[in-house]
């Protein structure tokens, strides 16, 4: 029950329904407040008490409708999607009506452009063709001088190129006879040496053998010398043969399975008992591989022992102490073999490696012969390792001495 003679100690509750649960009790408040509720129906019921807390019995209720928001309404989407639709399809109309204006002016402008310009090509026309009368006479006229100047200067430059080809092949025939007449003269000389001293040597130790005036230590010394001097003069027919057959290209090349191992040892104790590197106190070493397996290839064993003479008989020819080793190591690729005969004579100049491997060609000047020799040695062991399938070349250094290479290949 109410009592409105004093209205401030009523008391009041309410409830909306179903958005409350309970009752809310507000105490002398008498109003409610609600935000953010969802759309829908709803029942807004209040009661009251007076002073002494008795409540009334009738309750007052009120039917609330919260409409939806227009974003939130079924059709919005469709209807802003159509909207935009519009107004994509009108700003596209209305740039194609725009374009299509701009088109037409600018086509009207290009037809204008097009008749001024093809007024001014026709007169320009007019005038070319007076013009081209008059170039195609100075045209043809001009062409005529230029082939006829292209001519002359064609002819000039072929005879120009053929004078200096000419000149070019005459200088070159002329330097290498020169060089060949030079090289032939001082093989010439040097072999009358070469020949000459082991022959005067064999004869005067011969006859001295005739006489009785020497006991017999000294007539094996005597038939030492004739030997050796005897091995060196066939040496050197052999080398004047070899280099003979190698300029004919009849050398013949007779492969066959050679125990590489076992034919070093056979070089190793033919060069142990050297003189010459004895009476030097050189000593000859042979190096092999780590693992010593044996090696079996496949090449001409004559030839391989004649490159390998060559390169050791010079090195004791130009090594006064120290050691020759000589050897072989495989390459890197494992498809050959790289021999080697290392010294520690003289070494070789940069200026005489150049033309180490050319034939007559002596490191030392004819003059001085202080070492006997044809310089055909290394040309002819080079030719003997290009047709067993190797190459040959050497490192060198001044007063320290030489390390010649050559290869040869494990598979023929």
């Known amino acids: 029950m109410l009592d409105f003679t004093k209205p401030e100690t009523n008391t009041y509750a309410y409830q909306l329904e179903p958005f409350d649960q309970d009752w809310i009790y507000s105490g002398t408040r008498n109003f409610a407040t609600y935000t953010n509720l969802p759309a829908g129906s709803y029942k807004f019921r209040v009661k009251g008490a007076n002073s002494d807390e008795i409540w009334t019995s009738n309750l007052l209720e009120v039917e609330l409708y919260i409409p939806a928001p227009i974003w939130d309404k079924p059709w919005f989407i469709p209807a802003g999607f159509l909207f935009a639709l519009g107004l994509f399809v009108m700003a596209w109309y209305l740039k194609v009506n725009t374009t299509r204006r701009r088109e037409a002016l600018l086509k009207q402008e290009v037809d204008q452009r097009t008749k001024d310009l093809f007024a001014a090509y026709n007169q320009l026309e007019v005038s070319n063709k007076q013009i081209e009368k008059h170039n195609t006479a100075l045209r043809l006229q001009r062409d005529r001088i230029s082939r006829q100047n292209l001519e002359l200067k064609v002819h000039r430059q072929n005879l120009e190129l053929m004078v200096a080809d000419r000149t070019r092949d005459l200088e070159k025939a002329k330097q290498k006879a020169e060089e060949s007449d030079h090289l032939k003269s001082a093989f010439l000389a040097n072999m009358s040496h070469e020949i000459r001293t082991p022959l005067n040597a064999i004869m005067g130790f011969i006859d001295l053998l005739e006489t009785d005036e020497f006991n017999m230590q000294e007539r094996k010394q005597m038939n030492a010398i004739i030997q050796s001097n005897s091995n060196a003069l066939l040496q050197l027919i052999n080398d004047i043969i070899d280099i003979s057959i190698i300029e004919a290209n009849q050398v013949i090349i007779q492969k066959h399975s050679v125990n590489f191992h076992a034919f070093l040892n056979e070089i190793e104790l033919h060069y142990k008992s050297n003189k010459d590197a004895k009476n030097k106190g050189v000593t000859i070493v042979k190096e092999l591989p780590a693992g010593n397996k044996e090696l079996i290839i496949n090449t001409d064993q004559g030839r391989v022992k004649q490159i390998y003479s060559n390169l050791i008989n010079n090195a004791i020819k130009f090594t006064d102490k120290g050691s020759i080793i000589f050897g072989f190591k495989y390459a890197d690729d494992k498809t050959k073999i790289i021999c080697f005969v290392k010294d520690t004579g003289i070494g070789i100049s940069e200026e005489n490696r150049k033309k180490l491997f050319q034939r007559f060609h002596k490191i030392e000047p004819m003059s001085s012969r202080v070492h006997r020799g044809t310089g055909l040695g ?20 001044p007063k320290k001495g030489s390390t010649f290479y050559f290869t040869l290949p494990l598979k023929s």
């Not at 062991?381 to 070349?393: D, R, V, Y």
Request: glycine share 10%.
């Open 378 to 397: 290394l040309s002819i062991s080079k030719n003997l390792c290009e047709l067993l399938g190797g190459t040959i070349w050497m490192e060198s250094e």
